[in-house]
């Protein structure tokens, strides 16, 4: 068949794609996609076109919806010695923990999606509100005066998997995937790494192979984030060895819960495990979930890496603010306020931090134009890891052997949680030495490396 004749093929586990649009659930009582579906145009606000609200009528219709579902954030004001002192990178979850937090973050993301705030800018025909982007700023402006739930699980899925499947995939996959997504009822993950192809993507060697209508995909893939509690992933793999390494790739939208898929939990030295390998053993995808023309995968793999930058750095390009005023009171804390050589590394993080914001504002502007993310994300992102490394050095200096030995003492040893946090934050979404190539060769336009002989 065709890709695109007709319409995505039902899967046999995980989220079937009902083309008859008619409500269902799963096994354990979810919605499947096309329940969503149906029950978004059976009277949800994000998927009805109508007249756009003024931003002021706008707003007002956000804080009453707020008010109503959620409390006010009371302000907080860092006291020394109060509260926790967690500033770990990564999160440090049991299983029990991440499924409660994935229930609380689906259930808030569902009434948001209903109440119309889910996919504020999202194109009506998907199920978007179809609103400019000044309203999704107006949104964020108001929720972050009330105390919701933690979204991180729906990170990589809407920050990179959603606009690479709007921007690549067919028709009916787009109508299957993306109003689910935004909606909370599924959590994408992205699947590129490889143990033999980190920062050098083309050189990943997972193979998928066309059997009729379907691709049999044969592999593994590391360093996956949220791969555990994923329902699809986001995945590039190699469909003509023959052809040079960045010419011989595809993009795919793959079940997560198919037969041959086997995810196993990465251990960090922080002690947790928030990522993941994954291995597929004939893993079989349809072809209209292909993403993309075949062999066509490196500008598929380019949309995604540059939203993961985006998403990655655009936080503010430094350490962030509330990062950075623990840093100003562990120095006060300890006597080194006053010291001019800690001053000028702490004066050092906020400048790189500032500077870094304003370089984000006009990357955020390209993108508020319909462009996509260019080389600025990329500097967006250098600046984030290069700040976590000032931080710990500045760190190193206050604390000494109290950063590395528990002493009992509060807010002293905590700091080593994010010590061994920024290695893989160096790595993640391109690694240092890879973000400064770009840099060189697309912003300064400076000549490439010459190729190995």
Not at 99 to 126: K, M
Not at 432 to 443: F, K, L, S, T
């Amino acid at each position: 068949m065709p890709r695109g004749a007709g319409s995505p093929a039902p899967w046999a586990h995980g989220y079937a794609v009902d083309v008859q649009g008619q409500p269902g659930t799963d096994s354990k009582g979810n919605l499947t996609m096309s329940s969503a579906t149906a029950a978004s145009e059976a009277g949800a606000p994000a998927s009805t076109v109508g007249d756009a609200p003024t931003p002021e009528q706008f707003e007002l219709e956000a804080r009453s919806f707020l008010d109503a579902q959620a409390s006010k954030r009371p302000e907080e004001t860092l006291v020394w010695g109060e509260g926790s002192d967690n500033v770990s990178l990564f999160p440090e979850r049991t299983p029990e923990q991440e499924a409660h937090d994935l229930a609380a973050a689906r259930s808030w993301a569902r009434a948001a999606f209903d109440a119309g705030f889910g996919w504020i800018t999202g194109p009506t025909e998907y199920g978007g509100r179809g609103l400019p982007r000044e309203y999704q700023s107006i949104y964020n402006t108001v929720v972050a005066d009330y105390k919701t739930p933690s979204m991180s699980v729906y990170g990589i899925g809407l920050g990179m998997v959603a606009p690479t499947i709007l921007a690549h995939a067919i028709d009916e996959v787009k109508r299957a995937y993306l109003l689910p997504m935004y909606r909370g009822d599924i959590v994408a993950c992205q699947l590129f790494s490889e143990p033999g192809a980190g920062s050098d993507l083309a050189s990943l060697q997972t193979r998928a192979v066309l059997d009729g209508d379907e691709w049999v995909l044969n592999g593994q893939k590391v360093w996956t984030s949220g791969a555990q509690v994923s329902d699809i992933g986001e995945i590039i793999c190699r469909t003509d060895p023959d052809l040079p390494k960045h010419r011989g790739l595809t993009g795919f939208v793959v079940d997560m819960h198919a037969p041959g898929v086997e995810v196993r939990p990465l251990r960090q030295m922080t002690g947790g495990a928030s990522f993941n390998e994954v291995f597929f053993t004939d893993v079989r995808v349809p072809d209209s979930h292909r993403l993309g023309e075949v062999n066509g995968g490196w500008t598929v793999a380019l949309t995604t890496l540059m939203n993961e930058r985006a998403a990655i750095g655009g936080g503010g390009g430094g350490v962030g603010l509330p990062i950075t005023t623990r840093l100003v009171e562990v120095a006060r804390a300890k006597g080194r306020s006053h010291d001019p050589l800690i001053r000028q590394q702490l004066a050092d993080i906020i400048v790189n931090e500032r500077v870094a914001r304003y370089t984000n504002l006009r990357a955020m502007a390209k993108i508020a134009a319909g462009q996509l993310p260019g080389p600025e994300m990329s500097l967006a992102k250098l600046s984030l890891t290069a700040n976590m490394v000032r931080a710990y050095e500045v760190l190193s200096s206050i604390l000494g052997p109290a950063l590395i030995a528990e002493t009992g003492a509060w807010g002293t040893y905590a700091w080593s949680q994010f010590l061994l946090g920024v290695p893989g934050m160096r790595i993640a979404g391109g690694s240092d030495e890879v973000m400064r190539n770009i840099i060189g060769e697309r912003v300064l336009g400076l000549p490439k490396d010459p190729a190995p002989r």
